[in-house]
């Protein structure tokens, strides 16, 4: 364990200043700090999420009882009596917003500016044009679309009839929009005519056509003009111009149906790369209190704050974004290449717009890093108070940049949890110290453990699995066709008894904090030695030669090795000299149990498109196993490379 110095710590003005600082002292009489406020949570998180319910000001009603509790995990029920209207709730900011409710920004750096009623009135509309294809309680629709306005708007409107939303990013292929939407069956399909990416323009309507002939549940498909504002359409489908179809409704009154805490939001999908993609369905209630608590408390986002998460509509950081809107905030929407035409684009548009908190990959930091640019020297980064890192664990070096290239007094906020509970189950906490490659601790309302293979707490410093231990609102409500929840219990309750068991290789630190070691599943199992796969990346990944690495465990004489493909920066070259040199500082600095046996040499390592390195998919081709399900692949192209490698024979 790392016991440096912190990298930042918050001021007495800055503690007294943030919500979950004010939150704590209202409700734990007593309480000296956020441990003794996390405690609190989960030791009676029906007190809890009630007293959020009240302090972030949710609309609806919350109903007597707090919490209706079972001895199976996902039965407990959260303000098992509450209705409310989750579109209402962000459509009704608090007091102290700014002049906008949705800032657009298009590849080009092109700006859209959406007020808080042009918002609400888009979402009329779009409600209206829905109600006239039939969509009810309960319907689908689904979203095919880039990062822009109209896909927040098709939520929205969805969400205000009681029809459930699910979404996929533009740039899914048509087995991989079929794979996820015809599981569902949508009622409704809203689909854009193209996107751009990385100076390019991706025409969609001829996917399209494919793709609604292989959804025969689809009784409307809404055409959105991104690349053209009157795209120009042919056949007899029912398909109509996103514009033309609201513009019939301009006006209307907007009327959301207040409906129980329980009832289905949205459905999100698992990565499918190793079969076809989960269909998790979540709760409204449950979702917008989970939210809440990770953006006022964890995040401390205010009214009138700029909020940038750059994501798609396909990975669950899209709805999480989405959900500020209910605190007040301005969201951000940043579409296209996060690299193009500069790598610190990101961090140029924080600058200008003036972002309260910038949420990025792990990924997108390294890069930056590597670049050699420094955004703070370029940037007035006098309103970011927050940066949130997720997708991978952030290095060590990572953090250090950040405090040393981008700004001194940014609240780094590494965070970690998945789509699996639309939230983190470890976040950021701006009352307490930054460690360099450290999480600051568990998220409120939230019992989260780390479990040795016995099913017993670690101590600190020692790996085992990341677990919950006790249920909170936004666990899902089912898998969709999943009958008697058999896959939601094989998911995460087969490893441990009426314990969440997440997937995530873990371990907690001296100062309460917590390191992600990588996928448990994932998790390299050397000689009977236990090896997270981020414990290698950081290492090989902070050499100046290595842009970046995926390491994979290859069954071999009985056992199984270590094998490490690495991607070269530009002109560099794998040579002898530099194995030589990874082999030595892994063997230094980790242990000799993480030297690969084999290192090579790639062009491309294959990632989902929310851009998580996939090792699953990698192992399954250098041992000749077919990959399930391709289009989950942002690059699967890549995977032809670990195919057939003399090295490996």
């Not at 965070?415 to 490659?437: E, F, K, N």
């Not at 058999?486 to 873990?506: I, K, L, P, Q, T």
């Amino acid at each position: 364990m790392d016991e440096a110095e912190p990298l930042w710590t918050p001021t007495h003005e800055q503690i007294e200043r943030s919500a979950i600082d004010r939150f704590r002292r209202k409700n734990v009489e007593g309480s000296a700090n956020t441990a003794d406020l996390w405690q609190w949570s989960v030791d009676e998180p029906g007190r809890f999420w009630r007293a959020l319910w009240d302090w972030a000001g949710v609309v609806g009603d919350p109903g007597p009882d707090s919490i209706s509790e079972s001895e199976v995990f996902h039965q407990t029920r959260f303000l098992p009596d509450a209705t409310l209207s989750v579109a209402e709730n962000l459509l009704t900011p608090s007091e102290g917003h700014g002049p906008d409710a949705i800032i657009a920004v298009a590849e080009d750096n092109s700006e859209r500016r959406i007020s808080w009623d042009e918002l609400r009135s888009m979402v009329a509309a779009a409600a209206a044009v829905f109600v006239e294809a039939g969509v009810g309680e309960g319907d689908l629709v689904a979203a095919w679309m880039p990062h822009v306005p109209e896909t927040v708007v098709a939520f929205l409107a969805a969400s205000s009839l009681g029809a459930v939303f699910t979404s996929t990013s533009a740039d899914f292929g048509v087995d991989g929009v079929v794979d996820r939407f015809g599981q569902t069956e949508p009622k409704v399909l809203v689909a854009a005519d193209g996107y751009t990416y990385g100076g390019r323009s991706f025409d969609l309507v001829p996917r399209l056509r494919e793709i609604t002939a292989q959804l025969p549940s689809v009784q409307k498909t809404l055409l959105v003009g991104y690349l053209d504002e009157s795209p120009t359409l042919d056949g007899d489908d029912p398909v109509e111009l996103w514009s033309t179809a609201l513009a019939r409704y301009e006006g209307v009154d907007f009327t959301p149906r207040h409906l129980p805490a329980d009832h289905p939001l949205y459905i999100l999908y698992s990565s499918g790369t190793t079969g076809k993609p989960k269909c998790i369905v979540h709760r409204s209630g449950g979702v917008l209190l989970k939210h809440m608590s990770e953006q006022i408390l964890h995040s401390d986002i205010r009214p009138g704050d700029k909020v940038m998460y750059f994501t798609t509509a396909g990975w669950m950081m899209w709805n999480w974004l989405v959900s500020a809107l209910a605190t007040g905030a301005t969201i951000v929407l940043v579409e296209g290449n996060p690299g193009y035409p500069d790598t610190s684009r990101l961090f140029d548009l924080a600058g200008k717009l003036e972002v309260s908190l910038l949420g990025v990959s792990a990924k997108y930091i390294d890069a930056v890093m590597k670049s050699g640019v420094r955004p703070g020297d370029e940037n007035s980064f006098d309103s970011l108070r927050t940066i949130c890192s997720t997708g991978s664990p952030l290095t060590h070096e990572g953090f250090a940049w950040v405090y040393d290239a981008v700004s001194p007094d940014v609240h780094l906020a590494s965070i970690s949890g998945g789509t699996d509970l639309c939230g983190c189950l470890v976040i950021g906490d701006p009352t307490r110290p930054v460690y360099a490659g450290e999480i600051q601790g568990p998220a409120l309302g939230v019992a989260t453990n780390v479990f040795d293979v016995d099913g017993n707490p670690t101590k600190p410093g020692e790996k085992g699995e990341l677990v919950c231990t006790a249920p909170f609102p936004s666990m899902p409500l089912e898998f969709w066709d999943d009958v008697d929840d058999v896959r939601y219990r094989a998911a995460y309750f087969e490893r441990f008894d009426n314990v969440w068991a997440h997937g995530d290789y873990a371990s907690w630190t001296d100062n309460g904090g917590m390191v992600i070691h990588g996928r448990s599943d994932a998790t390299l199992n050397a000689s009977g030695v236990r090896i997270g796969t981020a414990e290698i990346y950081r290492v090989v990944e902070n050499l100046p030669e290595i842009s970046e690495a995926i390491a994979i465990g290859q069954e071999w004489d009985g056992d199984t090795r270590i094998v490490l493909f690495v991607r070269m920066f530009d002109r560099a070259r794998l040579t002898e000299e530099l194995i030589g040199q990874i082999k030595a500082d892994l063997r230094s600095r980790c242990s000799p149990r993480h030297v690969p046996a084999v290192i090579a040499e790639v062009s491309d390592i294959p990632r989902t498109r929310s851009g998580k390195i996939v090792e699953l998919a990698v192992t399954e081709v250098v041992h000749g196993r077919e990959v399930a399900n391709i289009e989950a692949l942002a690059n699967p192209e890549a995977l032809t490379q670990f195919t057939n490698r003399p090295e490996l024979t």
